[in-house]
């Protein structure tokens, strides 16, 4: 039986004027070749998101007494390590494509090089020098960074706990025309002195910490084109640290060590059309949600170490840096009323 081949636009992240996301190069092949190339390339976009989930929840291992609280904004850089920044194609993975070089199978992901990728083509013969039958794989954005910035506030609670939380509504976000974010997280804090003999004596405080964040964000391909095309990343991620921080006069050194528990999944939904080169009697023909990919990466262990400056009484800042899957970089500023 004649195989079906399809060709749809894949889907580029880009960074144009208004950073909109925006269609690029073509791409062919079966359903699994389809997801097989986008969860090489963009598969690293949702990981990235996710790991940025993990930054940012705590400042001190100091838990607030009852209903004392902080406000605090977070911005976050994730930075992708070098395997995150390309992907090599394993030809065995490929059903209707090959590499039109097979010594050459190495191209980048959404955070690689800002250069063309590895070219493929239709592995049937018949169909080789036909018009759309070799193209490029897409370029990336040429940086290797994930930002994440979260608003979220915290608060004492009887028996040693404190409670923290984010939360975005679905909004639309500047500039994006057709765009949509949310976020949510609860984060709950406890202090583990309390069941250490003399723990009160201890010159510096340790608690056990547990978060929980999803994150959504959706685009329209084409704006105002009323048509059902549509990217959509989901990422969501539980955290769980046991934290350690000494207060030395107006400054907190702080540390935590732990386990991310990481999911994120990219959707490319709606109706596009492509070419068939194979059928010449029926060439254009339609493809219906052509990207359906999931990942776990990112997921392990995971430590930080940060410090924290307090002034003018009740506003803070504080800088950490945290090591493990993926590395990042986080920065807090806000107010914080007994710490």
């Given at each position: 039986m004649k195989k079906i081949t399809t060709l749809l636009f894949f889907v580029v992240l880009t960074l144009q004027g208004n950073a909109q996301i925006s269609l690029g190069p073509s791409i062919a092949g079966t359903q699994s070749?389809?997801?097989?190339?986008?969860?090489?390339?963009?598969?690293?976009?949702?990981?990235?998101?996710?790991?940025?989930?993990?930054?940012?929840?705590?400042?001190?291992?100091?838990?607030?007494?009852?209903?004392?609280?902080?406000?605090?904004?977070?911005?976050?850089?994730?930075?992708?390590?070098s395997e995150s920044q390309s992907f090599i194609i394993d030809p065995a993975e490929l059903q209707e494509l090959e590499l039109v070089d097979p010594n050459n199978a190495e191209t980048p992901t959404v955070f690689g090089e800002d250069a063309p990728g590895v070219a493929l083509q239709y592995s049937?013969?018949?169909?080789?020098?036909?018009?759309?039958?070799?193209?490029?794989?897409?370029?990336?954005?040429?940086?290797?960074?994930?930002?994440?910035?979260?608003?979220?506030?915290?608060?004492?609670?009887?028996?040693?706990?404190?409670?923290?939380?984010?939360?975005?509504?679905?909004?639309?976000?500047?500039?994006?025309e057709g765009s949509e974010i949310g976020l949510w997280g609860l984060g709950l804090k406890h202090d583990l002195t309390r069941y250490i003999p003399g723990g009160k004596a201890i010159p510096f405080s340790i608690s056990a910490f547990a978060s929980y964040t999803q994150f959504d964000l959706g685009q329209d391909i084409e704006p105002n084109a009323n048509n059902d095309k549509r990217i959509d990343?989901?990422?969501?991620?539980?955290?769980?640290?046991?934290?350690?921080?000494?207060k030395v006069l107006f400054i907190t050194f702080y540390g935590g060590v732990g386990y991310?528990?990481?999911?994120?999944?990219?959707?490319?939904?709606?109706?596009?059309?492509?070419?068939n080169p194979g059928d010449l009697l029926n060439p254009e023909q339609t493809i219906t949600d052509p990207v359906d990919i999931s990942s776990t990466g990112g997921s392990g262990l995971a430590a930080n170490l940060g410090v924290r400056f307090k002034f003018l009484m009740l506003g803070y800042v504080s800088a950490d840096y945290t090591f493990g899957t993926f590395n990042a970089a986080n920065l807090s500023l806000g107010i914080s009323w007994d710490l």
């Open positions: 070749d389809i997801n097989y190339l986008a969860s090489g390339y963009l598969g690293p976009f949702g990981e990235g998101l996710a790991f940025g989930l993990t930054n940012g929840w705590y400042n001190t291992a100091k838990v607030k007494k009852t209903f004392r609280f902080e406000i605090g904004f977070t911005p976050s850089l994730t930075l992708m390590p049937e013969p018949a169909l080789q020098g036909l018009a759309n039958s070799s193209f490029n794989m897409p370029a990336g954005l040429g940086y290797a960074i994930a930002p994440m910035m979260t608003l979220q506030a915290g608060i004492g609670l009887p028996f040693d706990f404190e409670l923290s939380g984010r939360y975005l509504p679905s909004t639309a976000i500047p500039l994006l990343v989901t990422a969501n991620a539980l955290v769980t640290r046991i934290l350690l921080s000494k991310n528990y990481l999911n994120s999944g990219i959707k490319v939904s709606g109706t596009y059309e492509y070419i």
